[in-house]
């Protein structure tokens, strides 16, 4: 007899070997603990990261890419915008400017006379203080913030090494969590190699920019415009709109003697952003942000890999036509950013939801007695199809605690862009600086909740916000 297996027979056999191997691995998935956990390493969730640790938890931060840093390192917008901040910006700041990798600039083309652009150059004259004010400020005071991304990502790293307390995963995906009722229990995570793992936390943040550690969890989103009925928004539309804020690719340019000259994309891109945000970076190099690129919603419509290659083309088409101009004439194109530069995506309901009205109150104004951040960028909402909403405002506002606790959860916090701010509001204090305030009440909250064992919600307030130097003036009666 024959016992050569057939090809069925032996295709029948890999498979079953294949489904027994998969399940043998999954119960051999390696299971990590700690008191607080962080999904997404940008300037929410280093920050989150450096709170937390240094309030005394371990804590685990995982990252899917290869560094931390998120949209302001590897979407390469590296600058800080003028506004209000607080002290683990200023810390940063300090140890970058020490190694000179960061500077101050300011738009040295403010008349447009160059071309349609900002030029904003590292001028040394210039100091911190005068980078942490927007509102009521004039736009010839504004000055900004740059630093150099390795050094950034290399100074968080330090500091996240000196706490003894933060394991940083790096090339690390969240794929699943798990939860019992209104707690997460654990979450999956799967290694750049294929190994999966499970995290068991006391306390998890989302700091994923686009909430998707709370999206797979069920929590409550919102996306897009709100209709004016949803929070009483003065500038909100009557029903609910479809448009996201713009998405952009930011390049980096470099001098050159003999600079290359930019091929145009093929197949031609017809309409591209004609200005841009240029900032100087340590070391002379220039990043290139050309505003509104493509809308918003492309990400949602045709995914991420579409919306990256579109973006490309009109990058290059976009260098393609800056270089005619002779600011720019000896500089060649370096990199294009390898992540996508994403204003805005999915939001979570939260215990508050910041709105316009808050903006337009001001801390003056506002009741809010558990206000943990201070902001004040003006409203901006802009990019085709998407109802514009400009506005300076009159002074900074503060940013509820309760923002950053999805609506009904017990041990989970959101500190990124997702949090629980309105589309207008979150148009508003989605800055840097602001994701920075915000990681770092996120993860010294979660570090309360975790050693008091106790309900994020629970925490005691008023000791977080002195733990965060939140202003007198900030700080309401309960
Ligand atoms: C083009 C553009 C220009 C801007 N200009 C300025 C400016 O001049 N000044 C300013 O202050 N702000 C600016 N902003 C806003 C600011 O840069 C961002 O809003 C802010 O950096 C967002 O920080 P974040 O922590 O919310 O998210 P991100 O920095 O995007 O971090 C999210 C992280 O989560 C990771 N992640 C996502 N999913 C997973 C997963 N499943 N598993 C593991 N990790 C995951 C991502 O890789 C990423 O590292 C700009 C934004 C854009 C897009």
Excluded at 208 to 225: D, I, N, Q, V, W
Excluded at 323 to 351: K, W
Aim: with cysteine; glycine share 8%.
């Amino acid at each position: 007899m024959n016992m050569k297996p057939t090809l069925i027979q032996s295709t029948i056999v890999s498979l079953i070997a294949a489904t027994f191997v998969a399940a043998t691995y999954g119960a051999e998935m390696t299971e990590l603990q700690t008191d607080v956990c962080i999904v997404g390493g940008g300037s929410g969730g280093y920050a989150a990261a450096i709170g937390a640790a240094r309030a005394g938890a371990n804590v685990i931060l995982v990252e899917k890419q290869d560094r931390l840093g998120g949209t302001s390192v590897n979407a390469y917008v590296c600058n800080w915008e003028p506004g209000v901040s607080g002290p683990l910006a200023r810390e940063i700041y300090d140890r970058l400017a020490k190694i000179g990798a960061a500077g101050v600039t300011m738009d040295h083309n403010a008349d447009r006379k160059k071309g349609p652009f900002g030029l904003w150059l590292i001028t040394p004259t210039e100091t911190y203080e005068q980078t942490l004010r927007r509102a009521a400020n004039p736009v010839r005071s504004w000055r900004a913030v740059v630093f150099d991304p390795d050094k950034l990502v290399q100074t968080v790293s330090a500091m996240l090494a000196e706490t003894k307390r933060c394991k940083v995963m790096l090339e690390t995906t969240f794929v699943e969590a798990v939860a019992d009722g209104k707690r997460v229990e654990s979450i999956k995570i799967v290694s750049k190699d294929g190994k999966t793992s499970r995290i068991k936390a006391r306390i998890f943040i989302d700091s994923t920019g686009g909430a998707h550690l709370c999206r797979k969890l069920g929590c409550e989103t919102m996306l897009g415009p709100d209709a004016k009925s949803r929070f009483d928004e003065p500038s909100a539309p009557d029903k609910p709109g479809q448009t996201l804020n713009a998405i952009s690719l930011c390049y980096r340019i470099r001098k050159s003697d003999r600079p290359l000259r930019q091929t145009p994309p093929d197949p031609p891109v017809s309409r591209y952003p004609r200005g841009a945000h240029v900032t100087e970076v340590p070391g002379g190099d220039r990043i290139l942000n050309p505003l509104a690129m493509v809308p918003g919603r492309m990400l949602i419509d045709k995914g991420y890999d579409a919306t990256l290659a579109e973006c490309r083309r009109i990058a290059q088409a976009h260098w393609r036509s800056m270089q005619e101009n002779p600011t720019f004439s000896m500089f060649e194109l370096h990199s294009l950013a390898p992540m996508l530069g994403i204003r805005e995506s999915y939001r979570v309901v939260g215990e508050y939801v910041l709105t316009q009205n808050d903006l337009l109150a001001t801390i003056a104004k506002q009741t809010h007695p558990d206000v943990t951040a201070l902001a004040d960028h003006s409203m901006d909402v802009h990019g085709k199809g998407a109802q514009r909403v400009h506005g300076e405002l009159k002074g900074p506002y503060g940013i509820p605690y309760r923002c950053l606790i999805p609506k009904g959860w017990e041990n989970l916090l959101v500190a990124c862009r997702g949090a629980s701010f309105s589309h207008i509001a979150a148009s508003s204090c989605r800055l840097s600086r602001t994701m920075i305030q915000l990681g770092r009440a996120a993860g010294a909250a979660a570090a309360m909740a975790a050693k008091d064992d106790v309900p994020v919600r629970e925490i005691d307030v008023a000791a977080l916000q002195k733990q965060l130097g939140i202003p007198a003036s900030a700080m309401k009666p309960r």
